[in-house]
């Protein structure tokens, strides 16, 4: 089966002049000559060839493979690089046209990837240098793993560790040594790395149809960067199986492809090949180090992760692994104003992970552990009632939270709301009961701890704003008022950071007009249980006007009017619910002999 991918492209032509264009629309030091299409070069704005001091670094070759190279120009890193069309090596000329651009009297070094393409017309070019007077030195890298040795002329292929070579030598040059010893230094860099990638798809040309050779649940070994076939194919594995296979690959003793022994110190380069989600290079890198350091006996220093060498959107990844010692660390931590090389990668490691650190209210506390009290005061026993009626009143609505939620959001508010409710009926037995303002925090941290999406985050904010009201009042016991205070705290707290307010279809349009109820019957001298039974009557009124309110928040937002009139808002519903049974409770507790 053969395809044509989508592109966001114009004519398939001009996708690398197109490319450069916005490139250096982009990055203000960078620049490209003026000789498209044939000459395609990006370099270094800051750089004139005449009067450069310093050895210029050039490399280059097909494009398709970005932001390799265009993305690596900048001091520090390379001085110029040469862009053929996709998977094409650039010609003669434009190789030329870059030498001549930023080569001063130091004299400049090509760094090229070992394809016979790229080899012949830098290696013509640098000729061609030589004799127009130009001092040129050119080292070829070749730090493909997959394949067997020998490779007869065609030799190992270079991969995404030129990357690496790139920075070597333009910290060499950009620290003013000479055109021998950048040379030198880049030449044994390249002699220390080794590559191997794995993809999962194959790549798309623009304007040409692809073909599918890797079926479903395959994954290619052994890739080079233009989309050729494989070492093999094998069944995709887990990326534990894949990394630990690439890493014996380039480390396998018998190839000998790379000087590096149990006790070496390493850099670790994870590219991604176009397509791959950062997350997924990630975890990669995540779970090479420790194989490197365990299974091989390597000290890893520095680890690279992102996408440097692609194969324009192949899925996939390589892995590059190089010999350090303290010199090549210094060039690779060495400043670059290349905009693609990564930022915050020098210098060495603190431990990987810390402890998690604990609410100072719980790390500096010195008096006895929380926890449900030997004896409960009236205090105690009037919250244990109301938190297992309201909890209980919660269980019991799940179907029909469920019910009109299908209708208005995703089915589960139901669900989510019980999750929460029997936490609570749980954990019950070790709360603070005769602390109310401890109390409602742990029933927070109950509630944080199993209910997922907007609610749990709600309630949580609920229950701590809550509690830090409460911990304001130097009483002993919390007053009727306290509790009023307290409701309206969460009340602002839940509007604030969730954005809601009355009449927007909320949990608010039940708790918002109870609140005020509950004031209100307070100040005109009702007994604070027949207060608290009044202001829940308005909260269940509150919640079934919902039916009648366009929503503003929430998934319910997206759902028409039509449909929103024929159920209440399930959130409204079940704080009304919770309300109204711990106000019951709290009156039958009140009227009890």
């Known amino acids: 089966m053969a395809f ?108 090229v990837k070992n394809y016979t393409g790229d080899r012949l017309n830098f290696g013509l070019a640098a000729e061609q240098a030589k004799s127009e007077g130009y001092n040129v030195e050119t080292v070829i890298v070749g730090d493909d793993c997959a394949l067997p040795p020998p490779r007869g002329i065609a030799g190992r292929r270079g991969l995404a560790g030129t990357i690496l070579v790139h920075k070597v030598a333009g910290a060499a040059a950009a620290s003013g040594s000479s055109l021998a010893d950048v040379a030198a230094e880049a030449r044994r860099a390249s002699e220390m790395v080794g590559t191997m990638g794995v993809a999962l798809s194959v790549c798309t040309l623009p304007g040409r149809v692809t073909p599918d050779r890797l079926g479903p649940g395959k994954m290619e070994l052994g890739l080079g960067i233009h989309g050729e076939p494989g070492a093999a194919v094998a069944d995709l594995q887990p990326v534990d199986v894949i990394v630990s296979h690439v890493l014996k690959q ?20 994870v590219n991604g090949l176009g397509a791959t989600p950062a997350m997924e290079l990630m975890i990669t890198s995540g779970k090479a180090v420790p194989k490197l350091q365990l299974e091989h006996g ?24 190089m010999k350090a010692d303290q010199a090549i660390l210094q060039r690779l ?40 009290p030997a004896q409960l005061n009236e205090q105690g026993r009037i919250l244990e009632v109301a938190i297992e009626a309201a909890a209980n009143a919660v269980q019991n609505l799940r179907d029909e939270l469920n019910d009109w939620d299908s209708k208005v959001g995703d089915g589960d508010c139901g669900s989510t709301m019980y999750r929460g409710a029997t936490a609570i009926l749980e954990d019950m037995q070790n709360y603070p009961l005769n602390d109310a303002a401890e109390t409602v925090n742990e029933i927070g941290a109950s509630v944080r701890r199993v209910m997922g999406g907007t609610s749990g985050i709600l309630y949580t904010i609920f229950c701590k704003a809550a509690y830090a009201q409460l911990k304001t009042s130097t009483q002993s016991v919390v007053t009727s008022k306290n509790w009023a205070e307290a409701l309206e705290a ?48 308005a909260a269940v009124a509150g919640a079934e006007s919902t039916k009648h309110m366009q929503a503003q928040a929430g998934r319910s937002s997206y759902v028409s009017g039509e449909i929103l009139a024929s159920v209440p808002d399930p959130g409204a519903m079940a704080a009304a619910s919770w309300y109204k049974a711990a106000a ?7 009227l009890a002999p």
């Not at 991918?5 to 250096?24: A, M, S, Y």
């Not at 000290?299 to 060498?309: H, I, K, L, P, Q």
């Not at 604990?358 to 008096?367: E, F, M, N, W």
């Open 250 to 269: 380039i480390l396998c003793p018998e190839t000998n492809y790379v000087p590096i022994t149990r006790g070496s110190r390493v850099v670790l380069m």
């Open 298 to 321: 390597l000290a890893v220093d520095r680890v690279y992760t992102g996408s440097f060498m692609t194969s324009l959107d192949m899925a996939g990844f390589s892995i590059s692994i």
């Open 584 to 590: 019951l409770a709290v009156k039958e507790k009140y």
């Open 490 to 537: 969460s009340i602002a707290a839940v509007s604030k950071y969730g954005g809601a307010s009355a009449g927007y279809r909320t949990l608010l349009d039940a708790l918002i007009p109870a609140s005020a109820v509950l004031r209100e019957r307070l100040n005109a001298g009702d007994d604070p249980a027949t207060a608290f039974v009044l202001s829940s009557e």
């Open 4 to 111: 044509q991918d989508k592109k966001l492209i114009n004519n398939p032509n001009d996708v690398v002049t197109e490319f450069i264009e916005g490139l250096v629309e982009t990055y203000p030091g960078l620049q490209y000559l003026d000789g498209f299409p044939q000459v395609k070069v990006v370099l270094r704005a800051d750089v004139s060839g005449g009067s450069y001091d310093k050895v210029a670094v050039i490399s280059g070759g097909g494009s398709g493979h970005e932001p390799a190279h265009a993305g690596f120009v900048g001091e520090g890193m390379l001085t110029a690089a040469i862009c053929g069309d996709v998977f094409a090596s650039p010609p003669v000329d434009s190789i030329l046209a870059g030498i001549r651009a930023v080569t001063g009297p130091m004299g400049c070094l090509l760094i």
């Open 333 to 372: 931590d060495a400043p670059t104003k290349a905009p693609y090389w990564p930022v915050g990668v020098d210098g060495n490691h603190p431990p990987a992970k810390i402890p998690v650190p604990l609410p100072p209210s719980r790390s500096t506390k010195i008096d006895e552990p929380l926890g449900r």
